[in-house]
C-alpha cells in the first residue's frame, strides 16, 4: 500500500481509516481520533475472508500465511489492510496470529499441511496456490513449518523464486470453480486469478479489476492484437491473453477458470481494452528447495 503522497485515497477499500482509527501515515491527511501504527500478524486457516464490514459482504479472500496490519480490534473483528496489495477490511480476529515472514510459497495448484512428515498422516487442512509458509527445515521429502507442521518440498518455493509469466500460473488454475472475490483453488473470481497470477510471476497487483485498469501496464490502442500475457479488461471484468488468439480468465459465464478462443469471449461481452505489462526485470533465480 502506498500511503506517501499528497493526498490520501478516497475509495474505502484503499484507505486505511474509519473514522476512529487511521494508518499512523495518514496524520495530518485524515480525521481519525487515533493514529497507529499496524500491528502485523498473519492469516492462520487456509482462507479468510477479508470483509466490507464486521459480519458483511466478503471483499476478497487472504490466503494462508498473508500479512495482514491490524489498526483497531473491535467484537472479535480485526479492522486494517492487506500487506500484499494494500486493501482495506475486516477479518476475523480467530482467522490471525503473530508469526515469522513467510520464507516460501505454494507453486501448486493446491497442497495438504500435515501434522507429520508422512503422506499417510491424516492432512490438517488443504493449502492454496499462493500461500505463504514459514520453513524452518526439511524431513525426507517434506518442509517443516515454523508451527510444527510439514508440507511437501516439491510443492513450494522459496519466496523470491517465481515462475516465468503469470500466464503459466494461471493455467495451474484450470478448472477451479468461480467464486465472487474468491483467491483461492477452492474457488477464485477474475481480478483473483488475475492476481494470483502475478504475483506468482513476481509483479504487485491490486485486488479488483476496476483498480488492476486503473493500475497496472499501459492502454494499447483499439484494435491492437494481445500479445501473451497482456491484460483485457471488460465492465467488471479482466482475463490474460494467453497466446495464440486465446484467452485465459475466470469466468462467470463458464463458472471456473477457463481457457478459450479470445474471439468467443467478444463475441459474448463485446470488445476489451488492452493494457500491456512492462518486460519483468531480469534477476538471478533462486534455488527450489
Known sequence: MTLSGAAPPTDRRLLA?????AHIALAGRVAATRFVAPEWLRVLPALADLRAAPGGARDRQLLHGARFGVLERQGGWAFGLAAADGYV???ALAALG????????????ATH??????????????????????????RDHFAATDDGRFVPRGHLRPVGDWLGDGVVAARLLLGTPYLWGGNGREGIDCSGLVQAALAAAG???????????????RPLPAGAAPRCGD???WPGHVGL??????????????????????AAAVARMGPAALRRLPARPRGRERVRP
Open 17 to 21: 481509516a474509519n473514522g476512529r482509527v
Open 89 to 91: 477490511g475486516h477479518v
Open 98 to 109: 503473530p508469526g515469522a515472514e513467510a520464507t516460501h510459497w505454494v507453486a501448486a495448484p
Open 113 to 138: 499441511l500435515y501434522p507429520a512428515p508422512d503422506l499417510r498422516a491424516e492432512a490438517v487442512t488443504a493449502l492454496s496456490f499462493g500461500a505463504r509458509l514459514t520453513v524452518v527445515g526439511t
Open 203 to 217: 509483479r504487485p497487483c491490486p485486488g479488483d479489476s476496476d483498480l488492476q485498469a486503473a493500475a497496472l501496464g
Open 231 to 233: 491484460l483485457l479488461f
Open 241 to 262: 491473453a494467453s497466446g495464440g488468439g486465446r484467452l485465459i480468465h475466470a469466468s462467470a459465464f463458464h463458472m471456473a477458470v477457463a481457457e478459450e478462443p479470445l
